[in-house]
């Protein structure tokens, strides 16, 4: 069996706690200019293979393909016989149609000050010394470069020189350990490195070189490391060395863009499985810059003559490569690119650079918006952001009180929320309202994409009717699906397409409300079995977050004598909400009047932060072994291993 299931019936119970009535409908105005209209998902469904040839033809092909898809489960192949150049997609074509002065980032650094603004023809000119930096180093089509950098121009610039000459990137994120940065060089056997010295996090420079040496100590196959001087700090430099600037800045800014098959390999990005070592997602040409582009477009409505578009993910992330590089530039868009963090120097640093830059599209994390939620209102108030126009969300199940606030105080009860759900594996986004078409509701990510065909099955793969909960699976191929797990097949069969034959099963559950909509509940190890009730944590968090002294919370299931498991609470309380002795007593009343009394937690602890991994997802694992009164599982991916500290000094003495 897979290791994501919980190996149980689900249908039904896997929870319909939730009772959600309130609606959005799209705007007027926005609906009748909309890209995107609701005979989309009626023609995609009449012929869903010309649907994607369409979105195909927003892209410039050397050589048209002459098949679409050819599928031998559970290996696909999309636009076979086609070629393309995805940099020359990216860049030198929006350059050619004369739009070089176009700006394709305004680049923010975190100290103040620090910004530099890249027009498509500035990125054309780094792109290809880039490309031609890395021919002189010996690196050639299906060579792998690990980039390990923070956000800065060269991380973007080094993709698309890797894209243009065939060699496969492996962005390594820059919060990363020198273990994890080894991991990950060794499993794509990387024979180039680019890193920085450093960059700039929190006010401070932060190193990054001193870890990529200690990695290397253990990597004899890298041949060299490529230095990107942005903190000027004093770093260590071996034989293997050499600046960026030395070996860039002296190319030629020339470079003839080479079309490659639609099934060359583009990247490989590294997310961690339930179990074992991390798995090197792979993603291909053709199928994949399809797929990012036509969403992009589509799923914010992008007008690229005039959005100022800002995704606050790390380009670490699949996030940033979909929707921070490939999606938005192929779509010849403006984009924001911000290096630091959002309280860095003060709380409203995200909406003073909505202000600066009159962002219109703005695409962040529901961890960022429980966050800025806990902040308090009036920071978000003080700045004009009324340039905004679309709002997205992705990494979590956003909680309908989350996305009420994100609506409200960052959306000026303006712009549509579009929650878009999507994994490093599916590469694009999958399920998703869409802002010109969708009455939307909070905390559902609604329906698949035109294009795409997912639905919800029990524990036998049989579709569960409306108001039934299950395993969310996807049905059909898509252009944008990862290939396989870099060198292991085997592992790409039984991770995906082993649970339910014939279906690629993400690993989370979700539940079909009596409309049809997709709500998505989050992993399925992350469910809790309550006297035999499968609950989610997403919803039990949503009850708790919708009470108006909760910012944050996080549930797990701890085990339980008499209930099997029973529900544990960690919540971070909002601005300036007291703790008294009541407050436990009202949060479980709360819940049992919001989800009902089965949905009620054992245990409320108000903690002062949540343990998260880098792309701040909640590691529910560890407040499980807390909960359970267990010693730390790996905690090396969190952002902040003290935040355990801090939790455990907050439990009464464990049980
Ligand atoms: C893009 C990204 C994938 C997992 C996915 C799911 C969760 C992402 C979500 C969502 C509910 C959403 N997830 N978006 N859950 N609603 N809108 O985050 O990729 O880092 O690979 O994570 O994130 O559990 O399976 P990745």
Redesign the pocket.
Known sequence: MAPDTPGRQTQETLSNLLQETRRFDPPADLAAQANVKADAYEEAAADRLKFWEQAAERLDWAERWHTVLEWNPPFAKWFLGGKLNVAYNCVDRHVEAGKGDKVAYYWEGEPEGHSRVITYADLQREVNKTANALLELGVRKGDRVAIYLPMIPELPISMLACARIGAIHSVVFGGFSASALEGRIKDADAKIVITADGGFRRGKPNALKPTVDEALANCPGVERVVVVKRTGEDVPFGEKDIWWHDLVDRQSDKHEAEPHDAEDPLYILY?SGTTGKPKGILHTTGGYLTQVAWTHWAVFDLKPETDIYWCTADIG???GHSYIVYGPLANGATSVIYEGTPDTPHRGRFWEIVQKYKVTICYTAPTAIRTFMKWGDDIPAKFDMSSLRVLG??????NPEAYVWYREHIGGNRCPVV???????TGAIMITPLPGVTSAKPGA?MRPLPGIVADVVDDTGQSVPNGGGGFLVIKEPWPSMLRTIWGDDQRYIDTYWSRFPGMYF???GAKKDEDGDLW?L??VDDVMLVSGHNISTTEVESALVSHPKVAEAAVVGATDPVTGQAIVAFVILRGDAGEGPELAKDLRDHVAKTLGPIAKPRQILVVPELPKTR?G?IMRRLLRDVAENRSLGDVTTLTDSSVMDLIKQKLPTAK
């Open positions: 997310t992330w699949v996030t969300s992705v990494g979590e199940p956003i929650d878009t759900w999507w994994q490093t594996e990510a993400p690993g989370d998505l989050g992993r792309s997802k």
